[in-house]
């Protein structure tokens, strides 16, 4: 049997680190405020600045994002501007090949834009704007770049022009130096067939047709086109024409008035 020799420390740890902590404790305990209230501000410090930096981005992003949003209907803007400045040259490059007047006919004429097509794919039929003192019960002569090229007829009280591609197109004309009168009628948009020319009357390819004025709707003396070719046709002579005027393009037209 042996015997354990009695530990003299036994009991008395605990209560020695108690009281070298609480000693620890109160020798430093100034220094430990210090630093814990240090590492708090500076916490305080980080999460003020990171909270202020997001927030400045947060706002510098939304300023951006405002100012990207007012710049790009800005630019749609100007875009439209643009597009619209183009289409108003353009229109009027085309006012100004289509007005304009080769010959002095000493008569009253009215620019008139075309508003559109009566029928779509029927390019020689086009609703006019409404002109001063138009009158439904008349018909119109159209003038394009000095040469005729159509009519202004009549359709439920709106001003309708018809090209002289059209079958519906008719005027009177002269043809040649010694002025046969005819009737110019529409084939295609490039060509006229000019009918009743009296058949004693000598006409030949390459004479020029002008208007003779006869049926009121164009004053005397207005360009048409030239004698392609010569038929006979039941005592008469009938001469296909080539127009001088484009008819395919009638943004602005001259309309002859009374």
């Known amino acids: 049997m042996s015997l354990r020799k009695p530990n003299p420390f036994?009991?008395?740890?605990?209560?020695?680190?108690?009281?070298l902590i609480a000693l620890f404790l109160v020798t430093y305990a100034s220094d430990i405020r210090t630093f814990f209230n240090a590492f708090s501000i500076n916490v305080q410090t980080y999460w003020i600045d990171a909270k202020e930096s997001v927030s400045t981005w947060m706002t510098r992003h939304i300023e951006q994002a405002k100012r990207i949003e007012r710049l790009e209907k800005e630019v749609?803007?100007?875009?439209?501007?643009?597009?619209?400045?183009r289409s108003d040259a353009a229109a009027y490059r085309a006012m100004m090949a289509a007005l304009q007047m080769q010959n002095d006919f000493n008569v009253s004429m009215v620019p008139v834009p075309a508003l559109g097509y009566v029928t779509p794919g029927n390019f020689q039929r086009l609703w006019l704007e409404n002109f001063p003192d138009y009158d439904f019960r008349r018909n119109y002569g159209v003038?394009?770049?000095?040469?005729?090229v159509g009519i202004v007829v009549n359709e439920g009280g709106r001003p309708m022009m018809i090209l002289g591609g059209d079958p519906s197109c008719s005027f009177a004309v002269y043809?040649?130096?010694?002025?046969?009168?005819?009737?110019?009628?529409?084939?295609?948009?490039?060509?006229?067939?000019?009918?009743?020319?009296p058949e004693w009357m000598?006409?030949?390819?390459?004479?020029?047709?002008?208007t003779s004025g006869l049926d009121r709707i164009f004053p005397i003396g207005v360009?048409?086109?030239?004698?392609?070719?010569?038929?006979?046709?039941?005592?008469?002579?009938v001469a296909k024409i080539e127009l001088y005027g484009d008819t395919l393009h009638p943004n602005f037209v001259w309309v002859v008035r009374p």
Not at 202 to 210: F, K, L, S, W
Not at 225 to 231: C, D, T
């Open 10 to 19: 036994r009991g008395k740890i605990p209560f020695v680190a108690g009281a």
């Open 76 to 85: 749609a803007r100007w875009q439209r501007r643009t597009v619209a400045c």
């Open 143 to 148: 003038v394009r770049a000095g040469y005729a």
């Open 175 to 197: 043809v040649g130096s010694i002025r046969a009168p005819g009737i110019a009628m529409g084939e295609d948009p490039r060509h006229m067939i000019v009918r009743y020319i």
């Open 202 to 210: 000598r006409i030949a390819p390459g004479d020029e047709v002008i």
């Open 223 to 237: 360009p048409v086109g030239r004698v392609l070719s010569i038929r006979r046709q039941e005592g008469f002579k």
